[in-house]
């Protein structure tokens, strides 16, 4: 059982940068960032493992994951923040390498955090 913590969200203006932390307490194959909005499907972010990141077209540059050297902590930089960008921002673990590596949004996350809430201001 992988254990995950987030922490960094809070409000802020549009315009404006933000930056998640999410520790798991094992490493595993990769991690990802979802987000959650009242009425809409969860949302597939950004993922990371040992291969170039991928993200959503809707955070394309803007956010920027990356983990730490012992690979078990991961960061959400979120920059030019937007009013849809508001929403629980959910961390994800996942120990299957077939979906780190190629998986579609809705195949990865074997653990989950219980999210941390961003709210963007117009």
């Known amino acids: 059982q992988v254990e995950l913590a987030e922490s960094g969200g809070g409000s802020v203006q549009a315009g404006g940068s933000l930056r998640l932390s999410c520790t798991a307490s094992y490493k595993t194959y990769c991690m990802a960032w979802f987000r959650q909005t009242p009425g809409k499907e969860r949302e597939g972010l950004a993922v990371?493992?040992?291969?170039?990141?991928r993200y959503a077209d809707s955070v394309k540059g803007r956010f920027t994951i990356s983990l730490d050297d012992t690979k078990k902590t991961v960061f959400l930089e979120m920059n030019n923040l937007k009013p849809d960008d508001s929403g629980t921002y959910i961390c994800a673990a996942d120990v299957h390498i077939a979906d780190c590596y190629a998986g579609s949004w809705p195949h990865i996350g074997d653990y989950w955090g219980n999210g941390t809430l961003v709210t963007v201001s117009s």
């Open positions: 990371i493992s040992d291969r170039p990141p």
